[in-house]
């Protein structure tokens, strides 16, 4: 079965400034995607970004970049010049698409605190 | 609003009754997730919907769970006798069946069971 682990439960940084959130997981499955969700305080997962696992190349959205290291089965999340706005749960979760259902398993999460 | 919905968004209910939550999915979308969230953990997959389908469910689904989804649309999740265990948000996601395709959350049902 596959595992997602974050190992940072929290992580704070100053407005404006860079921040890694840290991902491993564990799969014997060659095709698949990893996706970094975010959870705001009482609102609903918005998905942050995405990244097929057969693209050796790191998926970027704005802000947001991914660092993804198939071999060393990595996935980490960059997020720059951090906004007030960012504070959340981020979760990291792995989609396989092998069995058909492409479930998601999620990590247990990381709570962002962004400081002004 | 065109996005995934679910009612109710709180449910405080007594041990050993009958709860049953809904999900609205966005419209076009052909696939309909449940899982459940506790406090401090990860969302947990707890089962999924191709149209009418139930195709698969996870073994932390007891007995007492069942999910419906009639005419491919709505989806309904019931849980019988609730157990102070079941405290949790019931999050709902729908997507298409496309490899990869983003799934969109919901707000979630936050039950309390007494």
């Known amino acids: 079965a596959q595992t997602v682990t974050q190992s940072q439960p929290e992580m704070s940084v100053q407005e404006a400034e860079t921040v890694t959130l840290s991902c491993t997981y564990d799969t014997s499955e060659s095709d698949y995607y990893l996706f970094w969700y975010k959870q705001p305080p009482s609102r609903q997962m918005i998905l942050v970004i995405r990244q097929e696992a057969y693209k050796q190349q790191n998926a970027t959205e704005n802000r947001f970049s991914v660092n993804f290291q198939k071999a060393a089965k990595s996935f980490s999340l960059k997020i720059s010049d951090s906004q007030l706005g960012d504070a959340a749960m981020y979760f990291c979760a792995y989609g396989g698409i092998q069995g058909g259902s492409e479930k998601l398993v999620f990590g247990k999460g990381t709570k962002l605190t962004v400081n002004p | 609003d065109t996005g995934v919905s679910q009612d109710p968004r709180h449910k405080i209910t007594k041990r050993g009754q009958n709860v049953t939550f809904r999900c609205d999915p966005i419209s076009e979308h052909n696939r309909l997730y449940w899982y459940r969230q506790t406090l401090g953990q990860g969302p947990e997959f707890l089962t999924y919907?191709?149209?009418?389908?139930?195709?698969?469910k996870s073994r932390l689904l007891s007995d007492r769970f069942s999910a419906e989804r009639p005419k491919g649309s709505f989806s309904t999740l019931e849980i019988q006798r609730t157990e102070q265990g079941d405290s949790a948000m019931y999050l709902c996601a729908s997507s298409l069946a496309l490899a990869g395709y983003e799934q969109f959350f919901g707000p979630g049902t936050r039950l309390t069971v007494l």
């Open positions: 919907f191709q149209n009418e389908a139930q195709l698969e």
